[in-house]
């Protein structure tokens, strides 16, 4: 049988991730989150006391093994940042795409990111777009990151995460190289009023008539 590749795209904190993975698990292929590829390289480059505003990151992405994609420290806002900046350098990702295209190999692979159904495998048997409104986002990855659901400035919070993710895709939408959009053939799912079950069950139907 042909190798079976699933492209997983939209904006932050979407729960593609979430999706993905369950994907992943549900049809017993590999999964990769590729967005931690870009959070090691700006993580590295923070650590080496290197601006990812400004400085040339590619020697940094190319260093990037899978061990480092273990690493704790990968979800904190100034890394959020640092990956969405290192992501617009066209040499960055060109590092990058061999190691997503290898990851899939012959076995094939789930993988979740901004660019996977238009650049890295603009061949993937099934392409997927997550989205959901930025309020929605907000309120799911604050839900994650809270340390106190009722804390009595919760809505203050929530609206800072959604200036934070705001930011974040409208430089991952106006980069050059890669941009955040839906491949042509792309199947949309917008998650805003379905829960985690729901957009697998939505998903496992759209693969089954896929493939
Ligand atoms: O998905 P995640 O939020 O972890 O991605 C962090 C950043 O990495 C994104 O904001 C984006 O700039 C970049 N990224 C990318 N292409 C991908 C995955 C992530 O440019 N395929």
């Known amino acids: 049988t042909q190798r079976l590749v699933i492209a997983v795209d939209g904006p932050a904190a979407a729960g593609k991730g979430t999706l993905a993975r369950s994907l992943a698990e549900a049809l017993g292929l590999p999964y990769l989150d590729t967005g931690l590829l870009y959070r090691a390289t700006g993580r590295r480059m923070i650590d080496a006391g290197h601006d990812p505003a400004t400085a040339p990151a590619e020697e940094f992405a190319a260093t990037v093994g899978m061990e480092d994609l273990r690493r704790t420290d990968l979800r904190v806002p100034e890394v959020d940042r640092a990956a969405s900046l290192v992501a617009a350098q066209p040499a960055v990702r060109r590092v990058l795409v061999d190691v997503q295209r290898r990851f899939a190999g012959a076995h094939g692979a789930v993988l979740d990111g901004r660019d996977i159904g238009t650049v890295i495998f603009p061949d993937a ?11 929605t986002r907000a309120e799911r990855r604050w839900e994650q990151m809270a340390t106190d659901l009722n ?61």
């Open 125 to 135: 048997q099934v392409k997927l777009y997550i989205t959901a409104s930025a309020r």
């Open 151 to 211: 804390a009595p400035d919760r809505a203050a919070q929530i609206a800072q995460v959604e200036r934070e993710i705001a930011a974040r895709d409208a430089a991952d939408s106006v980069r050059a190289t890669a941009p955040l959009r839906p491949a042509d053939d792309a199947v949309h799912i917008e998650t805003d009023h379905l829960d985690a079950a729901a957009v697998l069950a939505e998903a496992l139907r759209i693969v089954a008539l896929k493939t």
